[in-house]
């Protein structure tokens, strides 16, 4: 469960500014299904969040993959305003309801229209993120060749991520990480999710990330 300490951090007024500009853009750009204000919080914020009782982002150089309205990024930033955060979408609408969001609670992101196998940014991130993006065997080769040595790649996953992680393992592997830990947390009773943590052991061998085209044609 989300330990009280989290949950009493999420009363900070920009939590909700954020919720209340999420729900109104909404019904503009489709930027989530959830939108009562508890499950919001339960499976947006929270759920975001839990991560930082496990990995300290302070001054730490992340990116986002995917991040659509912000998850998990966003809540972990304005926890840690110390670090320096970079998200990626392939869609320009959410990038600009991001940029909007910035400017109504004072964050200072790096929002990039575009795909993260394209940004050129190898040996970069201390961190890489991705939550409810694509599968992790996909995923991987994203992350991995723009991690630095000894950075970690965090995928959220569904209780249900253990066929995911097994096809994914070799890709892993091969392009330098190694699974550390698969952190299981309950958000509610009946509701647990999962953090699938990989460590980048060794370089990523020249030519990774592929284009999006053969990455998802033949995942590794």
Known sequence: MINAE???KTKDSRFNIYYEYLVE???LLNLTAITDKEDVYLK???DSIQITEYFDFSNQLVLDIGAGAGFPSVPIYILNPSMKLSIVDGLNKRIDFLK???DKIE???DLIHGRAEELNRLNYFDFVLARAVAKLNILVEMALPILKLNGYFIAYKSINYQEELEEALEGIVFLGGQVEKVIEYDLSEGLK???VVIKKVKPSPKGYPRIYSKIKKSPL
């Open 44 to 46: 947006h914020f929270y």
């Open 25 to 27: 853009q909404n019904q």
């Open 100 to 102: 909007r969001l910035s």
């Open 193 to 195: 999710h999962v953090y």
């Open 6 to 8: 989290l949950m009493n």
């Open 107 to 109: 964050l200072k992101i």
